[in-house]
């Protein structure tokens, strides 16, 4: 940030999800992903909330036609929700074998996208779709599948 730009008016992005299943859901994330218990509050009737800590936050926001291109390029054809959950990793392929060991569905496999990432995508707990993405140099990726989107190849 340079030196004569105002503070940020945003701190932090806390994304809210309820879950049926909260155990389940918090063994999942907590456990099985890796995300650190930050608190955990309970309440009146049983009323509880574990906040995990996510690292970095973005907030990406994609017009219909770039939410189909990334459906097409990770998945092979559209399946995400209006809103999916995506976590950077280190080693894509290891995370999603775990995650599916935990509970996760697995929709599609580690892709090596055109924007040089590996990606999964999930069905997790919570009723939550993810993506599970390692940034990568390009000698990177070797034995995954290779996304080939359809069209001009422009994002």
Do not use: C
């Not at 509050?41 to 800590?53: C, H, K, N, P």
């Not at 993506?131 to 599948?145: A, K, S």
């Amino acid at each position: 940030m340079a030196a004569d730009s105002p503070a940020p008016a945003v701190r932090q992005l806390r994304l809210v999800v309820e879950a049926t299943d909260h155990e389940a859901a918090v063994a999942f994330f907590r456990d099985a992903l890796g995300l650190p218990e930050e608190a955990a509050f309970s309440g009146e009737g049983d009323a509880r909330v574990v906040i995990l800590d996510a690292g970095r936050a973005t907030l990406e926001i994609a017009n219909p036609a770039q939410k189909r291109l990334i459906d097409e390029v990770e998945v092979g054809r559209q399946v995400a929700p209006r809103i999916r959950v995506a976590f950077e990793v280190d080693d894509t392929e290891a995370t999603t074998a775990r995650l599916v060991a935990a509970g996760a569905s697995e929709i599609a496999p580690p892709t090596r996208t055109p924007w040089q990432s590996l990606n999964s995508r999930l069905d997790a707990p919570a009723g939550l779709q993810i993506t599970i993405f390692q940034e990568l140099t390009p000698d990177e990726g070797v034995g995954t599948r290779d996304a080939e989107p359809e069209g001009d190849g422009d994002s």
